[in-house]
């Protein structure tokens, strides 16, 4: 038996900017990222991102449907770190309404 194949569609965060610090996660590639959780309107993603164009760093996001979750509310948490220390250069650190767009997971 298969295990289940999650597949990313669409673009959750690109480009992540704040001075001094510019975050970088292409989805579109397979090596971006190294895991993806799915359980009813949370999933959690994995992977390696760019900050300030330099490589080296980690990620955790994760993202919740307000639709699927019946508050209305689409919400995310992103933690970023670099890879080799395990430093933290970025946490929003808890679950953040959206400003705009959308959380879409589809079953």
């Not at 689409?74 to 946490?91: A, H, I, M, N």
Request: net charge neutral; charged share 20%.
């Amino acid at each position: 038996m298969q295990p289940p194949v999650h597949e990313i569609v669409g673009c959750c965060i690109d480009r992540l900017r704040a001075p001094g610090f510019e975050l970088t996660i292409r989805f579109a590639h397979s090596d971006s990222y190294q895991w993806i959780a799915v359980s009813g309107s949370k999933a959690t993603l994995r992977g390696t991102a760019l900050v300030n164009q330099a490589n080296g760093y980690s990620f955790q996001l994760e993202i919740r449907d307000g639709q699927l979750d019946g508050s209305g509310i689409d919400s995310f948490r992103l933690k970023v770190w670099q890879s080799v220390s395990g430093v933290t250069v970025y946490d929003n650190g808890r679950l953040t309404p959206l400003a705009s767009g959308s959380i879409v997971l589809h079953k």
